[in-house]
Nanobody, 122 residues
Framework: QVPLIEVGGGSVQAGDSLRLACAASEHTFSTDAVGWFRQAPGKGLEFVATIGSRGDYTYYADSVKGRFTISRDNAENTASMHMSSLKPEDTGVYYC???????????????WGQGTQVTVSS
């Protein structure tokens, strides 16, 4: 059983919005930072956004700043990312991950989901 599960991906047109959600299947992550990463076809893993354990700290990649919003609900043991004004270059598999501290580095996260596909057509 994977530690994290992502849902909410899909195929949309440029300019549309999507909301991704991440839930923990085996543990409570209310004390963990949550990060979102993505991998476009033929490219490496790219940092997207991160949020601290209490939700009072967020940090975004420049490519999504102003368009994506990361949030969390510790009572529900979930995290979300609202993506608006989507562009074709946002296409990829999106992964959520948890770690001790918010970070843009994949190596700082210890638990990962299997990913959810987001496809944005022009």
């Amino acid at each position: 059983q994977v530690p994290l599960i992502e849902v909410g991906g899909g195929s949309v047109q440029a300019g549309d919005s999507l909301r991704l959600a991440c839930a923990a299947s085996e543990h409570t992550f209310s004390t963990d930072a949550v990060g979102w990463f993505r991998q476009a076809p033929g490219k490496g893993l790219e940092f997207v956004a991160t949020i601290g354990s209490r939700g009072d700290y967020t940090y975004y990649a420049d490519s999504v700043k102003g368009r994506f919003t990361i949030s969390r609900d510790n009572a529900e043991n979930t995290a979300s990312m609202h993506m608006s004004s989507l562009k074709p270059e946002d296409t990829g598999v999106y992964y959520c991950a948890t770690g001790q501290m918010p970070s843009h580095l994949p190596g700082d996260y210890s638990a990962w989901g299997q990913g959810t596909q987001v496809t944005v057509s022009s």
